[in-house]
T-cell receptor
C-alpha cells in the first residue's frame, strides 16, 4: 500500500524565519511528487517533481526531490504571515493519476 | 472559465438520510476524482474515474457510490449518511499530462451529518 508521511505535523515560526517541511513516501512505481498549499479552501498547486526535474524554485519557496532517500523537502525562506497554511505533499504512481496525499503540515507564521 | 463546479457548498443531513454531491467540469478532462478531507488527515481518495465509463475505488470507498454520468459529470452518493461521513468533500479533474497533470479542484462541499 502506498504511503506518504509528512513531518512535522504542525509548526509555529516567527516572520522572517526559514522553515523546512519534509515528505517521505513509499510508492510502487513512483511517477512524481507534488506540493500544495491549502488555506481554508481547495489546495493550490506549488511544485511538481519528477525524475527529470528534482529541484524547483519559485520566489521564496523551493523544493528538492531525493529519489535515493524517497523523500522531498519544501523550503520557505523569509517567511511571512501569508505563508500560514497547510502544506500538502502528494505522490502519483505510474498506475494512474490519482493523488495520494500525506496528512499535511500546518504552518503558522506569527508577526 | 468555470473549471470544476461542485454543488452544494454546504449541507446538513440527519443520520440515515441520503444525498448526492454533484460535480461537473468544463475542461474536457478525462479523469475525475472525489476526495474527503478531515482535520489533520490530508485528502483521502474515495473514488475515481480514469475515463468516461469507468470508476474505481480509492482509499476510503465504504459508504459511498459514484456515477460517471458522462465526460463532464461525476457524482458521489451517500445512501445512508453516518456521522463519520462529516467532512469536506473535494471533486477534482485532470488531463493526465502537463504541469500538475492539469489537476483542478472544485471549491468543496462541507457536509455535516447529525
Amino acid at each position: 500500500e502506498d504511503k506518504v508521511v509528512q513531518s512535522p505535523l504542525s509548526l509555529v515560526v516567527h516572520e522572517g524565519d526559514t522553515v523546512t517541511l519534509n515528505c517521505s513516501y513509499e510508492v510502487t512505481n513512483f511517477r512524481s511528487l507534488l506540493w500544495y498549499k491549502q488555506e481554508k479552501k481547495a489546495p493550490t498547486f506549488l511544485f511538481m517533481l519528477t525524475s527529470s526535474g528534482i529541484e524547483k524554485k519559485s520566489g521564496r519557496l523551493s523544493s528538492i526531490l531525493d529519489k535515493k532517500e524517497l523523500s522531498s523537502i519544501l523550503n520557505i525562506t523569509a517567511t511571512q504571515t501569508g505563508d500560514s497554511a497547510i502544506y500538502l505533499c502528494a505522490v502519483v504512481s505510474n498506475s494512474g493519476y490519482a493523488l495520494n496525499f500525506g496528512k499535511g503540515t500546518s504552518l503558522l507564521v506569527t508577526p | 472559465n468555470a473549471g470544476v463546479t461542485q454543488t452544494p457548498k454546504f449541507q446538513v443531513l440527519k443520520t440515515g438520510q441520503s444525498m448526492t454531491l454533484q460535480c461537473a467540469q468544463d475542461m474536457n478532462h478525462n479523469s475525475m476524482y472525489w476526495y474527503r478531507q478531515d482535520p489533520g488527515m490530508g485528502l483521502r481518495l474515495i473514488y475515481y474515474s480514469a475515463s468516461e465509463g469507468t470508476t474505481d475505488k480509492g482509499e476510503v470507498p465504504n459508504g459511498y457510490n459514484v456515477s460517471r454520468l458522462n465526460k463532464r459529470e461525476f457524482s458521489l452518493r451517500l445512501e445512508s449518511a453516518a456521522p463519520s461521513q462529516t467532512s469536506v468533500y473535494f471533486c477534482a479533474s485532470s488531463t493526465g499530462h502537463g504541469a500538475n497533470y492539469g489537476y483542478t479542484f472544485g471549491s468543496g462541499t462541507r457536509l455535516t451529518v447529525v
